[in-house]
């Protein structure tokens, strides 16, 4: 920490980077105001990275641990994961106190409500004494604050009523924060003029309370110091906050504009996808058709019919929904067209727990249909990569006759981080010919050479007249038959088409170097930590390297070659160890796996001591 003087005349220190957490009632705002205060620190340059929390039912019982929801963020100049632990944690009640202590700082900044710690809610809290008088919290800076009854005062004059004014104390926690961290009210203020332009009476008390926080924080003896943040190493762009989820709707709809055609995305709401369907529905004047279906089958079938028919067909879902679309992907296998499919990944099995994240689906995306059906199957790394990962789903799709599964999750679909706004023009042109009446030789499965892919064709075209469906076809022509050669050669030429994807896309590479100790491999979202624990360990000189892999079938080429180049190999999973069965299978390899399934994603800490303990052997 470097100290200086702020305009104030109290204490300014120069950080890094640092961690915060807001943490309350289910119904106290969390989520608005966390990712509020990222969207300002966006701002001011940093890089971010946020992690929400929220209990799965819609309104758990108020002040009880389970209905705790929480929203946390790091940010600074390099920031990879949401943090290990907070260095500030916001807590309205004494659940959002008792749930996030644990994960807190030693020696952690402690801001909440006092007037919220009767003993009515200290019961509900399960707490047998106040922890504002028993001692407890006396390794950490503690200020409480009676937010309550502040923000009731501050609200009078915007003639909103009571129960309205005493909602408005989220803002309250977000401006006293904002003074804590040297961040400007400004632009929240704006946001607040436009959110809610047509509620007068509401911006007016939300404005107040805002103030008030930021005022007391500046007035108060508690808050001797606060803190100035430095900004990311980003590259020059424009940029951004974006979610997982946003990321990926808004790769579908560069990539059908890429394409030159329209984008049918087909769905059925299920947490925590639901917001792909959402922002897309909101986009229909980039040529993008939502249709909210009946059900999980009907939503796939739909999206392949809009393949059919010449468009990008898209389609979303998670946990149990992945289980009621199988048999429709079989048939998008067997009819060869393209179609996208983004499985946000939950903790399962069954409903599991819907808002919690997990990567237990890696299996069921290879292998999950019935008969040989490959499948192309990519994970994004980050909340922006979403972007980039449905982009190449789309190109994979289009260019090889094929549908691909997207595997993001709970964790990167609603975490958000600094996207860079790519140039449009600058993107793959995507656009694949349909065959028109003018082709000579028309056949359905007359296949492109180097991809095996076979024709695009439109129904409706003259001349272009077939037959698709789920029986086996006869290969060129498409004809239905049963014959026992011919279809050991169309399984041998799907196949084939699928494993044809490894030549087009990168080659395995170890980032840190090519051979050594230990090789850290990774998959979806464990990126970020693992990337922060292998560059720690790298700088204390340990022989560690990490290959991340976005490509999980095919795999990428020189995969065995990388692996092989290690003594031992460690894999993070959020799982019981699926991707690295599948490395031990293909390529006979001692692989050691790192398994977490607690609904929550790695720490860097995580990954950190199993690294220690692996080079210890």
């Avoid at 059900?295 to 389609?315: Q, W, Y």
């Avoid at 922060?532 to 700088?539: D, E, G, H, I, S």
């Avoid at 340990?542 to 092989?564: D, Y």
């Avoid at 799982?575 to 390529?587: E, K, P, Y």
Wanted: aromatic share 6%; net charge neutral; with cysteine.
């Amino acid at each position: 920490m470097d100290p200086c003087c702020s305009d104030t005349g109290r204490e300014l220190l120069e950080l890094r980077q640092s961690t915060v957490r807001f943490a309350g009632d289910s119904g106290d705002g969390m989520q608005l105001v966390g990712s509020q205060f990222a969207d300002l620190a966006s701002l001011s340059g940093c890089s971010i990275r946020t992690i929400p929390d929220y209990p799965s039912e819609i309104r758990a019982p108020a002040g009880s641990l389970a209905g705790v929801s929480g929203y946390q963020l790091s940010f600074g100049d390099e920031t990879t994961t949401p943090g290990d632990s907070p260095f500030v944690l916001v807590a309205m009640n004494p659940a959002a106190l008792k749930v996030s202590l644990p994960d807190l700082q030693p020696g952690g900044i402690i801001i909440l409500d006092a007037d919220e710690f009767t003993t009515a809610n200290l019961a509900k809290a399960r707490y047998e004494a106040n922890p504002l008088e028993d001692g407890s919290l006396e390794g950490y800076r503690l200020i409480p604050v009676a937010m309550t009854r502040l923000t009731e005062e501050a609200t009078k004059p915007s003639g909103l009523e009571g129960s309205g004014r005493a909602r408005c104390k989220n803002f309250f926690a977000l401006g006293l924060t904002l003074w804590l961290y040297d961040q400007p009210m400004q632009p929240l203020l704006e946001w607040m003029m436009r959110k809610f332009r047509k509620n007068p009476a509401v911006m007016a008390a939300n404005g107040a309370s805002l103030r008030a926080g930021y005022n007391f924080a500046n007035t108060n003896e508690l808050l001797r110091v606060h803190y100035r943040v430095a900004p990311g190493k980003l590259p020059k762009g424009r940029y951004r906050r974006v979610t997982g989820n946003e990321a990926a709707a808004l790769g579908l709809i560069t990539a059908a504009a890429r394409a030159g055609r329209p984008l049918v995305y087909a769905g059925y709401p299920i947490t925590p996808a639901s917001d792909i369907l959402h922002e897309l529905s909101a986009r229909k004047e980039f040529d993008v058709r939502v249709i909210q279906c009946e059900d999980e089958i009907a939503a796939a079938c739909a999206a392949i019919g809009a393949s059919f028919a010449g468009a990008i067909g898209a389609t979303g879902t998670s946990g149990p929904g992945l289980a009621l679309k199988t048999e429709a992907l079989g048939l998008a296998v067997m009819t060869e067209l393209p179609l996208v499919v983004i499985n946000v990944q939950r903790a399962g099995p069954s409903t599991g727990m819907p808002t919690k994240t997990e990567q237990a689906d890696l299996l069921m995306a290879l292998y999950g249909r019935h008969g040989e059906a490959p499948m192309p199957v990519l994970a994004p790394a980050s909340p922006a990569d979403c972007f980039d990962v449905v982009f190449d789903a789309v190109r994979i799709a289009t260019r090889f006759m094929t549908p691909v599964m997207v595997l993001s999750d709970s964790f990167l679909a609603n975490s958000a981080e600094a996207f860079r706004i790519p140039e449009v023009d600058r993107l793959a042109d995507l656009r694949v010919p349909s065959p028109t009446r003018a082709m000579k030789d028309f056949a359905p499965y007359r296949r492109d050479p180097a991809t095996l892919a076979r024709p695009w064709a439109v129904p409706g075209t003259e001349g272009l007249e077939h037959r698709i469906g789920g029986l086996e076809k006869q290969d060129v022509t498409g004809v239905v038959t049963y014959d026992s050669e011919n279809h050991r050669r169309m399984v041998e030429l799907r196949a084939r088409k699928i494993e044809n994807i490894a030549q087009p896309i990168p080659e395995a590479r170890a980032e840190g170097s090519d051979s050594g100790d230990l090789l850290v491999v990774g998959w979806g979202s464990t990126y970020g930590a693992i990337v922060a624990a292998v560059r720690q360990a790298r700088q204390e000189g340990h022989s560690v390297a990490h290959l991340h892999l976005r490509h999980l079938n095919p795999l990428p080429r020189q995969t065995e070659q990388v692996l092989r180049c290690f003594r031992k190999i460690l894999i993070p999973e959020n799982n019981t160890g699926q991707l690295a069965s599948v490395l031990r299978s293909q390529f006979a390899l001692p692989v050691t796996s790192l398994s977490k399934v607690e609904g929550r994603p790695f720490l860097i800490r995580d990954i950190r001591n199993a690294i220690e303990e692996s080079l210890r052997k």
